[in-house]
């Protein structure tokens, strides 16, 4: 390993979180940051947030495969628990979830790769060959989404190189951001003003692909 920048330590069950049918996650985050910043919610927002309440089934997402850009990112992970962190990040829990009850909202949570009980901090693990600065951007809402279910500190662990002979770690303090917290917040509550409409286009979907199959 030729740098490391600093080191500093700091419900749900995760098996139960691999179908995104019935809550919203930290892939969801930028969508709810959006819909509280004024959007025009589309068709495939719909179908997100019908798959998110549990009035379609997840096949409705049409997700893309595994790539294999994911499981470097899955080796990133398992290398900087296993053999950087060591002994004084034994606390640290691993594929920790989250979570924050709405009323009238799918449930909220949030997988992170790290937790710490006693400090209520969040690692976030992120490998990627753009720069640290541009990751926090990239994943900004990610990463706010964390402070808004009751994180008390979030840390962007950043590596980038070629593993594991050549690996490159920063870690990066998130800041909570204020204003991304409240444009969060009025997301949520315009998609609770929006669940009668996210059920119709639910209910319109299933009787298009009824009618379909009768064909």
């Not at 080191?7 to 892939?27: C, E, K, W």
């Not at 595994?66 to 080796?75: D, F, P």
């Not at 990463?143 to 994180?151: D, I, V």
Request: proline residues 4%; glycine residues 8%; charged residues 30%.
């Amino acid at each position: 390993m030729k740098n490391l920048e600093l080191i500093i330590p700091g419900a749900m069950d995760f098996n139960n979180v691999q179908n995104r049918s019935g809550y919203l996650g930290g892939t969801d985050a930028a969508l709810v940051g959006r819909i509280g910043g004024g959007i025009h919610v589309r068709l495939n927002h719909f179908i997100r947030l019908a798959v998110a309440y549990g009035d379609l089934p997840r096949r409705y997402l049409n997700e893309p495969p595994k790539t294999e850009a994911m499981e470097v990112g899955q080796r990133f992970e398992d290398y900087f628990f296993e053999e950087v962190a060591g002994d004084w990040m034994l606390h640290i829990e691993r594929q920790h979830i989250l979570q924050r009850p709405m009323e009238n909202l799918p449930a909220l949570i949030a997988h992170a790769d790290g937790y710490d009980p006693a400090g209520g901090s969040v690692l976030e693990l992120k490998f990627s060959r753009y720069r640290t600065t541009e990751v926090m951007k990239r994943y900004h809402w990610q990463l706010q989404w964390y402070y808004f279910l009751g994180a008390e500190k979030v840390w962007l662990i950043h590596g980038s190189g070629k593993l594991p002979e050549d690996i490159y770690i920063a870690f990066r303090t998130v800041e909570k951001d204020r204003e991304a917290q409240e444009q969060l917040m009025r997301g949520l509550c315009r998609i609770k003003e929006m669940r009668r409409r996210i059920r119709e286009v639910a209910e319109m979907i299933e009787l298009r692909e009824i009618e379909n199959d009768k064909n």
